[in-house]
């Protein structure tokens, strides 16, 4: 079996003291797995991982990445410790070019490093470096995310933590981007994704957990999962005996 890169055991978080919206939540992700969370509008899955992120307050529990006590880590001092978090929203600089963009997110890279990872991520991802001059703003859905992706990946994270990356895109984006963080697992990077869109998710995921009312209800293959009338009824609010045959919309 891989080894855990990322351990969450009994997590509780909130942004109100006495409050909160994930309560007890764990989660183990390996090495280069892709690994889904999963659950129905309010489930506390983007708080979740936030919190994983440093950016909720986390009350209870623990978070270890490579065996490392981070749950009191401050958020920005996750990108140092190898966990790198792309937010739905405001997840780059929309007034500066590309390039800017890369150049920016190399902060704690030695200045040696700079131009080849640069030049890496260029090679990963071509669309941007034929946009390397545009202003990340002009950018189409798809080429953001990938800009909020490669930002993300330029400093070689432990852990991606993505949160709802195909959120407001067309679903010819939407392929684009999971081909993209499929590729991505190919490359041994390790990845946990929140996805309100069950199906493209877990098509390309090795594992998923189902999250209700913040805390995890279930889990599996994800390949099995989208059939799985356990998870239609966490997920939809059907019985069991109703969602066997049509899987998670």
Request: glycine share 10%; aromatic share 4%; charged share 20%.
């Amino acid at each position: 079996m891989s080894e855990t890169v990322l351990d969450v055991r009994d997590l509780e978080a909130g942004y109100e003291p006495g409050v909160p919206i994930v309560r007890g939540a764990s989660i183990t992700v390996r090495k280069s797995e892709i690994v889904v969370v999963l659950g129905p509008n309010g489930a506390g899955k983007s708080s979740f991982i936030k919190a994983i992120a440093g950016l909720v307050p986390i009350t209870g529990g623990t978070v270890l990445l490579d065996g490392k006590d981070i749950t009191a880590a401050p958020a920005h001092t996750m990108v140092r410790l190898g966990l790198a978090f792309v937010p739905q929203t405001e997840n780059i600089f929309q007034l500066m070019s590309v390039e800017d963009n890369l150049k920016v997110a190399c902060g704690i890279l030695e200045r040696r490093e700079i131009p080849a990872r640069i030049d890496e991520m260029y090679a990963a991802f071509p669309d941007l470096m034929r946009q390397r001059r545009t202003a990340a703003g002009n950018l189409s859905g798809g080429q953001r995310q990938m800009l909020a992706v490669a930002r993300a990946l330029i400093v070689h994270p432990k852990v991606l933590v993505l949160d709802e990356p195909s959120a407001g895109l067309s679903p010819k984006f939407v392929s684009m981007v999971f081909e993209m963080l499929a590729g991505i697992r190919k490359s041994g990077v390790t990845i946990l994704l929140v996805e309100q869109n069950a199906k493209a998710a877990l098509a390309i995921g090795d594992r998923a957990y189902v999250l209700v009312e913040g805390k995890d209800r279930h889990e599996g293959i994800a390949s099995e999962l989208w059939n799985d009338p356990v998870v239609a009824e966490l997920y939809l609010g059907q019985r069991p005996s109703h969602a066997s045959k049509g899987g998670v919309a």
